[in-house]
């Protein structure tokens, strides 16, 4: 699953707007305006799994990943604000179509299913930090858990075995 995170992240970075693509580990949880990012940020995690076994010890996941951006609200949105500011501050849902456009569909290997967006929601915060959250669903296969095995000749035979 590291893959598939490190692999969002590579593909989020086409969109030159975010200035901080990571893990989500909690950077902007407890730190508040003064969090370890640049602005506007990307922050990816898995968020849940649901797991179905297919046999020899593989299992199908329906993965769900988080991706929230944030930015610092430094423009006004006021209908009386001047235009500049308001387009300045309406970027943000800019980022946010950016990302979807460069996830939504989206096969990160031939294995796995496409990316889909099956929620968005806007974080409340007291900071100032404007925050929405988008989750994706992507199935996983998961074959991690396997026995090793290797073929070995018995006389005329090859037999399987367990490593």
Known sequence: MQK???DIKNRVAAVTALKYIDEDWGQLDYYG???PVKYPCLLVDLDQAGWDTEGDRTQRGI????IRIADMRLAGTNYKAPQSQKTKAGSFFDVMNAVHAN???WSY????GPLTRVLTRK???DDGIREMEMIYQVQYMDDSAQPVRSKKRVGVRVVTELV
Not at 63 to 66: E, L, P
Not at 109 to 112: K, Q, R, S, T, V
Request: hydrophobic fraction near 40%.
């Open 4 to 6: 598939l995170i490190d």
């Open 33 to 35: 305006s003064g969090a």
């Open 63 to 66: 993965i769900r990943i988080s």
């Open 103 to 105: 996830l939504q569909g």
């Open 109 to 112: 290997d031939a294995d796995n």
């Open 123 to 125: 974080i409340k915060r």
